[in-house]
């Protein structure tokens, strides 16, 4: 079955770096366009980072242009996401997400929190 498994969050301090890792198995990966959420304390999941399948479209929230990027190694299955000036809002469970048809598929989630 299709299974997505986050990893590289952590601890920082505002103005730090960090780079999740999304690794993806059960689906053709190269094929499917990949998407980073977040979900904060008391706020609805909002969308971070999409790519597309051979990575050649990307978009951004907002929020985030410019100090996230987003990229995906469709040989090693794996998308990931690097945060650099992260700030006290960036604090958020991060899931990857993929959609197979009429469904949409989470992985786990990793906690990124920054703060002094």
């Known amino acids: 079955q299709v299974q997505l498994v986050e990893s590289g969050g952590g601890l920082v301090q505002p103005g730090g770096s960090l780079r999740l890792s999304c690794a993806a198995s059960?689906?053709?990966?190269?094929?499917?366009?990949m998407t980073w959420y977040r979900q904060a304390p008391g706020k609805e999941r909002e969308l971070v980072a999409s790519?597309?399948?051979?990575?050649?479209?990307?978009n951004y929230a907002e929020s985030v242009k410019g100090r996230f990027t987003i990229s995906r190694d469709n040989a090693k299955n794996t998308v990931y996401l690097q945060m650099n000036s992260l700030k006290p809002e960036d604090t958020a469970v991060y899931y990857c997400?993929?959609?197979?048809?009429?469904?949409?598929?989470w992985g786990q989630g990793t906690q990124v929190t920054a703060s002094s």
């Open positions: 059960g689906f053709t990966f190269r094929l499917r366009t």
């Open positions: 790519i597309t399948n051979t990575g050649g479209s990307t």
């Open positions: 997400n993929v959609l197979i048809g009429l469904k949409s598929y």
